[in-house]
């Protein structure tokens, strides 16, 4: 079983950054393929962003592609979340997901996830 702990999430104007953390209790963290995700009130829960096992493979939401960026550091068991040019419509509570795996394969569906954070809200105004 692996915990995970958002953190980084706040109030910005549009156009600005921020960058999430999410950190694993599990030592094994370099066998879990991580995902960002995030919910919108009243909206189901969306892709965002994931990193397979090894950091060669990432994928991301077309709304997000060329502002956000994932990235990990096993030695440190977390993976990351750089938010830049944000826009009102990016304001949602972010969680991050991990999936053990031994292939270096990209997830994108909440049903592919067992584990999760308890979300860090992020709100761009106008």
């Known amino acids: 079983q692996v915990q995970l702990v958002e953190s980084g999430g706040g109030l910005v104007q549009a156009g600005g950054s921020l960058r999430l953390s999410c950190a694993a209790s599990?030592?094994?963290?370099?066998?879990?393929?991580m995902g960002w995700f995030r919910q919108a009130p009243g909206r189901d829960r969306e892709f965002v962003a994931a990193i397979s096992r090894s950091d060669d493979n990432t994928s991301y939401a077309d709304s997000v592609k060329g502002r956000f960026t994932i990235s990990r550091d096993n030695a440190k068991n977390t993976v990351y979340l750089q938010m830049n040019s944000l826009k009102p419509e990016d304001t949602a509570v972010y969680y991050c997901a991990a999936r053990f795996t031994s292939t270096d394969n990209l997830y994108s569906l909440v049903s592919q996830y067992r584990y999760w954070g308890p979300g860090t809200q992020v709100t761009v105004s106008s």
């Open positions: 599990r030592r094994t963290f370099s066998s879990y393929a």
